[in-house]
């Protein structure tokens, strides 16, 4: 079972919608990364959070440490949000080590 | 800031062949990391540098990957021998950091291996 365990793995929506992708761990984690990579591999980093909420254009991220998950939410959706999301844990020992998950692959269509 | 290159961006190679790849960073950053990805999973951690040494290996480098980042700067991931399970993205990135704290992640657009 892999450590980092996100949810849905696929996920289509309609050009405007309201997107939300879950991100729970079992590791201890001093962070928590929220990646971005689109088809031909670059991963871009969105977030890295550790408590709270962070805001960035349309796109929001929150962290419940106590129930250890995250979420993704993507306001007003596009087509040009669609790529591959993956959340990676800092692991509790370390400042520099993650655990990635599989990914949630988003398609929006117009 | 040009961010962090790498290169080659695809390499093809013939098993049993050794295949080389480099890793520019973000020149202020001290800390470097090599990932491998394979299709339809996230990275796995392979190893990491704070400036020229070498700090951690996964189990997952076997003794035909070596990893060099000899002047703090570039680094190089090399394999030994090819096999096609080696077939791969291998991403590579950096962060500055120090004691407690660790910058955002920054990748590079990764190198994908193909053994034949």
């Known amino acids: 079972k892999n450590e980092v365990e996100q949810s849905p793995q696929n996920l289509t929506a309609q050009e405007g919608e309201f997107i939300t992708i879950n991100c729970s761990y079992s590791v201890g984690i001093s962070a928590l990364h929220w990646l971005q990579q689109h088809p031909g591999g670059g991963i871009v980093s969105l977030f890295m959070l550790s408590s709270g909420k962070k805001k960035h254009g349309r796109l929001i991220a929150t962290i419940n440490i106590q129930e250890k998950h995250s979420s993704l939410h993507i306001t007003a959706s596009h087509p040009r949000d669609s790529a591959v999301y993956i959340c990676a844990a800092v692991s509790g020992g370390s400042n520099y080590k993650l655990t990635f998950g599989k990914g949630t692959l988003l398609t929006v269509n117009p | 800031d040009t961010g962090v290159s790498q290169d080659p961006r695809h390499k093809i190679t013939k098993r049993g062949q050794n295949v080389t790849f480099r890793c520019d960073p973000i020149s202020e950053h001290n800390r470097l990391y090599w990932y491998r990805q394979t299709l339809g999973q996230g990275p796995e951690f392979l190893t990491y540098?704070?400036?020229?040494?070498?700090?951690?290996k996964s189990r997952l480098l076997s003794d035909r990957f070596s990893a060099e980042r000899p002047k703090g700067s570039f680094s190089t991931l090399e394999i030994q021998r090819t096999e096609q399970g080696d077939s791969a993205m291998y991403l590579c990135?950096?962060?500055?950091?120090?004691?407690?704290?660790?910058?955002?992640?920054?990748f590079g657009n990764g190198t994908r291996l193909t053994v034949t």
């Open positions: 990135a950096s962060s500055r950091g120090g004691g407690t704290y660790n910058s955002p992640l920054h």
């Open positions: 540098f704070q400036n020229e040494a070498q700090l951690e």
